[in-house]
C-alpha cells in the first residue's frame, strides 16, 4: 500500500451551546480534513482545527505546509514502517504541530486498514469504552448552573468547568456550581492560563474553605510561567495539571523532574500526532505520573484516534476529556468511534474504523 496523493476537505458542525473560554467563543466544529489517497483505493483520515492562540495554526497555515513540504516527501511511500513515516512527518519542518498531527491520523488510520485491525489494537489492545467529561463553557453563573445540570441529567459525571476571566466571579462560579452537583459529579477546573500563580493559590485557599472538592486544575497560569506553575504546585494539595505549557516529549520531561505539574494533559494537536503523544504516555508511566487525554474544539476524526490511543494506553492515561463531538448538534462521521454522551465506544472496523463522512466540503 503506497501514497498517491494527498487532499483536503473542510467539515463544519454547528455547536449545541456556544463554547466559551477565558480565550476565546465560538460557535462551530471546524475541521480541516486531510485525506491520503493509496494504490490500493484505501483511503486514511486525519483532521484538525484551526488554534492561533494555542499552536499557532490555522487552517492556511496547516495546508501550506502540508502541501507544499510534508506531501512531496510521503508520495510514493509504503504504509508497512509507520515510524518511518512519522519520523519524515516530525522532522520536515519545526512546530506546525496541527499539521503533523492531522496527517500523522491519516497515516495511522491506514495503518490499521493495511492490517486489518482497529488501531488501538496495534497500539496495544484495551478496554474500547471509554467515559469523558464535558465542558461547561465561562458564563453567568445560572447559565452554568443550567448546562451542569444538563450534563448531569445526559450522564455525565465528570465536568471541566471553564473559569479565568475574573477571579472573584470564577470562585463564586465554582462555590455555585458545586453545591448542584456535589456527589453527583467530579468537577475539573479548567482556568486556560487566566489566574496568576498569586491568584490560583489565593482561589484554592478559598474554595478549600467552602468545603469544595476539586479533582485538578488545569493550566492555571501562563504557558511558559513554569515558576509560578510549580509555586502553585508546592503549596496545594490539589493536583495541577499542564496543558499548553506541555507540548513535546522534553517539555513534558521538564515538567516531571522539577515538580511544576502533577498531571499531564496530552493533545494530538499539540504532540505533533500519535508518535509523540505515544511516547509522552510511555514517559508518564515511567515516572509514575497520571496523564489526560484531551483534545481542542475538534470533531470526531481527530478525536477518534485520541480515544484509539487513550483505550490502548489505559494503564497511564486515567482521565479522559474527549467531548469534542458530544459539543455539536450533530456527527458527520458514520463508522469508527461511538460518541454518546459521556459514553465513547471504539468499533472493530480497521484503523479509525470511518466508513463516510457527510457534508465534506471539497478544498
Excluded at 23 to 28: F, I, K
Excluded at 56 to 82: E, F, Q
Excluded at 114 to 136: A, F, S
Excluded at 190 to 197: H, I, L, M, R
Aim: proline share 3%; aromatic share 4%.
Amino acid at each position: 500500500m503506497k501514497i498517491t496523493n494527498i487532499r483536503f476537505a473542510k467539515l463544519t458542525v454547528p455547536l449545541v451551546t456556544p463554547f466559551k473560554t477565558a480565550l476565546r467563543c465560538v460557535d462551530n466544529i471546524d475541521d480541516l480534513v486531510v485525506i491520503i489517497e493509496t494504490d490500493t483505493g484505501e483511503i486514511g483520515y486525519g483532521a484538525a482545527p484551526a488554534t492561533p492562540l494555542i499552536t499557532g495554526d490555522t487552517h492556511s497555515s496547516v495546508m501550506a505546509a502540508i502541501d507544499s513540504v510534508i506531501k512531496p516527501l510521503l508520495i510514493g511511500l509504503d504504509l508497512t514502517n509507520i515510524n518511518e513515516l512519522t519520523n519524515i512527518v516530525q522532522s520536515a519542518l519545526i512546530k506546525n504541530t496541527s499539521a503533523k498531527a492531522a496527517v500523522e491520523i491519516a497515516l495511522y488510520d491506514l495503518w490499521g486498514k493495511l492490517y486489518n485491525t482497529p488501531l488501538y489494537k496495534l497500539l496495544g489492545g484495551g478496554n474500547n469504552q471509554l467515559k469523558t467529561d464535558i465542558t461547561i463553557s465561562i458564563d453567568n453563573i445560572d447559565k452554568m448552573i443550567s448546562d451542569s445540570q444538563k450534563a448531569l441529567a445526559q450522564g455525565f459525571d465528570r465536568l471541566k468547568i471553564k473559569v479565568g476571566n475574573d477571579i472573584y466571579q470564577d470562585i463564586e462560579r465554582v462555590r455555585n456550581i458545586y453545591q448542584v452537583v456535589k456527589g453527583k459529579a467530579l468537577i475539573r477546573l479548567d482556568v486556560n492560563q487566566g489566574w496568576t500563580a498569586k491568584q490560583t493559590v489565593f482561589a484554592i485557599q478559598k474554595l478549600d474553605a467552602a468545603g469544595v472538592e476539586l479533582e485538578l486544575i488545569e493550566q492555571p497560569v501562563k504557558v511558559d510561567d513554569l515558576a509560578g506553575m510549580r509555586y502553585v504546585t508546592e503549596r496545594v494539595l490539589t493536583p495541577i495539571m499542564a496543558d499548553e505549557s506541555a507540548f513535546g516529549p522534553k517539555e513534558v520531561i521538564e515538567l516531571i523532574t522539577t515538580g511544576t505539574a502533577d498531571i499531564i494533559n496530552i493533545k494530538l494537536m499539540k504532540t505533533g500526532g500519535l508518535s509523540n503523544a505515544i511516547k509522552i504516555a510511555d514517559i508518564c508511566q515511567t515516572y509514575h505520573i497520571d496523564c489526560m487525554m484531551g483534545c481542542m474544539l475538534e470533531g470526531s476524526i481527530g478525536v477518534a484516534a485520541a480515544a484509539h490511543l487513550a483505550a490502548a494506553k489505559s494503564n497511564v492515561i486515567t482521565k479522559i476529556d474527549l467531548d469534542g463531538p458530544a459539543l455539536g448538534q450533530y456527527d458527520p462521521v458514520h463508522g469508527g468511534v461511538n460518541f454518546n454522551f459521556a459514553h465513547i465506544s471504539l468499533g472493530d472496523g480497521p484503523g479509525l474504523g470511518i466508513k463516510k463522512i457527510d457534508d465534506l466540503v471539497e478544498l
